[in-house]
């Protein structure tokens, strides 16, 4: 099965509705199984599920059990993860796209059931998430009294800053970087008003068919955020998630619509959360049948992974 049956069997489900939802998937996942999961989003069609701000969705390659992002209400992500049979202490690693609170609010539910899992998260200088400096940073100046200066002037090598969730497994990223066999992690600073300097990380898996590529906020640039991308490979298969247009204007989202479909020829979209209404209706149009609906509850599937490289 190619990875272009992946998102037409996705669009069938969509179809068929509030279908009964997949049973539990356990920790030896069929590395066949391939799929993506929305659990947080503020639009949707599912009963047993709670719409809210925010981003998390559930992701399934390679044999690998991926959360990304944890939306925003501990209690909401807790919700929809038990509706669709979604087991968080199951998990390889955890996925944190940027330190806003609709993308990092359930990490309390994520760590009462699954303390010590790996959280790849942004690195920031004094971030949420922790952060560490080497002691060069800062100058010095030895004309003054040992006890006038920092570490009586003998600091540590490294010097260590604290974080919101101290015994979590954060594992801080400044650099794009492939953490599991085709599995990557795409890495950019927002140069825009309002989120200026906010890192943040976009999740890319290189299929046979093309990257897909599933983004928190994309706060840096859904645009700037595939070009980052097409480093690992050119062809972009599919991209799910928030494109940060919400609150843009016509024809700015008309720059990035076209951009997406013509300058880098995106197969498949399937946008959610902060893209915003608009943007909704822009990339419908541009995309057609290869706008992929992805609301709270959506599992995007394939019935193997073909695609698998
Ligand atoms: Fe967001």
New binding site residues.
């Given amino acids: 099965m190619t990875a272009t049956s992946w998102v037409v069997s996705a669009a069938l489900l969509v179809l068929g509705g509030s279908r009964p939802m997949k049973s539990a998937v356990n920790a030896n996942v069929d590395p066949a199984n391939a799929q993506i999961t929305v659990l947080y989003d503020a639009f949707g069609q599912t009963s047993g599920m709670q719409k809210d701000w925010?981003?998390a969705a559930f992701v399934e390659y390679g044999g690998k059990r991926i959360l990304f992002d944890t939306g925003n209400n501990p209690d909401i992500l807790a919700q929809n993860a038990k509706a669709k049979g979604v087991d968080l202490s199951q998990l390889d690693f955890v996925v944190m796209s940027n330190r806003?609170g609709?993308?990092m609010g359930g990490l309390t539910y994520l760590l009462s059931v699954n303390p010590k899992v790996p959280i790849y998260a942004p690195k920031e200088g004094f971030g949420v998430y922790g952060a560490d400096l080497p002691s060069t940073f800062y100058r010095k100046d030895p004309s003054l009294s040992p006890e006038q200066r920092y570490y009586n002037g003998a600091p540590p090598e490294v010097m260590r800053f604290g974080s919101a969730w101290p015994s979590a497994n954060f594992r801080l990223v400044d650099k794009n970087i492939e953490i599991a066999p085709d599995i990557h992690l795409v890495t950019l600073v927002s140069d825009k008003p309002g989120t200026l300097e906010l890192r943040e990380l976009s999740l890319v898996i290189n299929t046979s068919d093309g990257l897909v590529i599933v983004v928190?906020?994309a706060h840096p640039g859904i645009d700037k955020i595939v070009e980052s991308a097409t480093a690992i490979t050119p062809r972009i298969h599919f991209i799910a998630g928030?494109f940060h247009l919400v609150v843009a204007p016509d024809p700015d989202i008309e720059k990035i619509v076209m951009a997406l479909h013509d300058r880098f020829k995106v197969e498949y979209i399937a946008p959610g959360?902060?893209t915003g209404e608009p943007a909704f209706a822009a990339l419908k149009r541009a995309f057609g049948d290869h706008y992929i609906y992805a609301g709270l509850g959506t599992t995007l599937t394939a019935t193997q992974v073909g695609n698998h490289r």
């Fill in positions: 925010g981003y806003h609709d993308h928190g906020c928030g959360h902060c």
